[in-house]
Structures are given as C-alpha cells and as structure tokens.
C-alpha cells in the first residue's frame, strides 16, 4: 500500500493560465474523490468517480473545472483560465466499494496559488 | 441538507493534559456515518475512526477515545494526556449511506486546531 499520491505538491500560475493537477489512487481502490480546501477551511467535496465513470459533482464545480479517469486508475484534475478564487489545496482521496463501506484515504494534496 | 459544526476553532494545551474535541452534526438521513481525520502541518488527511448511525457503543483506541451521543447529536472525540505529536487540525467529518455503504461525500467540520505546548 504506498498510499494516494498527488503530483505536483505546489503548482503557481498567473491568472488566466491552465493548470492540470494528477493523481493515482491505492491500486485496487475502484473509488476516487476530489476536494478542495481553502485556508482555515474543512475539505469540501468537489466530485467523484466508480472505475472510470464520473458519479456525482458539486455545483462548487464550475465549467472551468474538469476531471478525468481515463482507465479506471489514474486521475486528472484541469482547472482551464485560473481565476483567484481558485487558490486552494485540491486533495484526492480513494476508497473500496464494499460491504460496510470503506474510509477515504487522502493524498497529501496540490497546493494551488494564482497570482 | 447535512451540515457538521465544530465550534472550537482553536484549542491551547499543555503537554499530558486530556483535551475534548466537540463535533455536532445535522443530517435528515437515519443512517449515516461518522468521522475523524487529522490534519498534520505535513497537509495529509489520516483517517481516524468511522461510526454509523445504529452504532453509539463508545470507542477506545489507546488514548484516543469517541463519544457518539445521537439524542445531542454530537460526537465527540478525546484525546488522555496529550502529547505534543498530537499537535495538528482535526476535523468530524458525515456522510449519507447509500445501500448501508458509508457515502460518496463527505461533508466536513470547520475543523479544530490543537496545539500542545510541551
């Protein structure tokens, strides 16, 4: 288990700019999650996915934001002409589906600025 | 609409001394679950403990240890004679079931900062 891993740790743009944020999952976790934490703030849930189908998304999901799980596997996180507003720690978290459920295993995050 | 509610923002203590983490919550579901995840400086969430709705036996893991009240809606978490590793931000955490399966999204306290102070 070498835990979910997100890449890059610190990303800085400028406004306007597109940015692409990856994350790989626990192997053999089929559920993946994104959030979003701004400073002094809990997580909050910005979408997930089943394998490689997109499940559920949160209205904080706006059309300049998309995700992707191509293969089941890895995911992407695009967040196209960043605003400022966008500056945050953009987390992924895994989980199994099962009986019972299964806790969400976080990565360390992708810390976002846009200056 | 489901809303968690930790109202210390901070909490100062010193070294060995027991501390309580207050957690409230709302929901309209009759099953759900429950969380605790830490926060350490290094930015990663670690998972804690999970609880659903029909459990409210309390939970002892070494010295942490939960309190989930259903008539108050609380669940409550305390940490005996803190040490200063224990320093970080917590946060409860809910979720819907769905198919008795703990949900798709959690929603999130405010969190808690905990400074122990050696």
């Known amino acids: 288990d070498t835990g979910v891993s997100q890449d890059p740790r610190h990303k800085i743009t400028k406004r306007g700019q597109n940015v692409t944020f990856r994350c790989d999952p626990i192997s053999e976790h089929n559920r993946l999650y994104w959030y979003r934490q701004t400073l002094g703030q809990g997580p909050e849930f910005l979408t997930y996915?089943?394998?490689?189908?997109?499940?559920?998304k949160s209205r904080l999901l706006s059309d300049r934001f998309s995700a992707e799980r191509p293969k089941g596997s890895f995911s992407t996180l695009e967040i196209q002409r960043t605003e400022q507003g966008d500056s945050a720690m953009y987390l992924c978290?895994?989980?199994?589906?099962?009986?019972?459920?299964?806790?969400?295993?976080f990565g360390n995050g992708t810390r976002l600025t846009v200056t | 609409a489901q809303k968690v509610t930790q109202a210390q923002t901070e909490i100062s203590v010193v070294e060995k001394e027991d501390v309580t983490l207050d957690c409230v919550y709302e929901t309209r579901d009759t099953t759900y679950y429950l969380f605790w995840y830490k926060q350490p400086p290094s930015g990663e969430l670690v998972f804690l403990i999970r609880r659903n709705s029909f459990d409210e036996q309390n939970e002892i893991s070494g010295r942490y240890s939960w309190n989930f009240q259903k008539s108050t809606s609380s669940f409550n978490f305390t940490i005996t004679a803190s040490q200063v590793v224990d320093s970080a931000v917590y946060f409860c955490a809910l979720s819907e079931a769905v198919n008795n399966n703990a949900g798709n999204m959690l929603t999130f306290g405010g969190g808690t900062r905990l400074m122990v102070k050696p």
């Open positions: 978290a895994s989980s199994l589906v099962g009986q019972g459920g299964s806790p969400l295993h």
């Open positions: 996915f089943q394998n490689e189908a997109q499940l559920e």
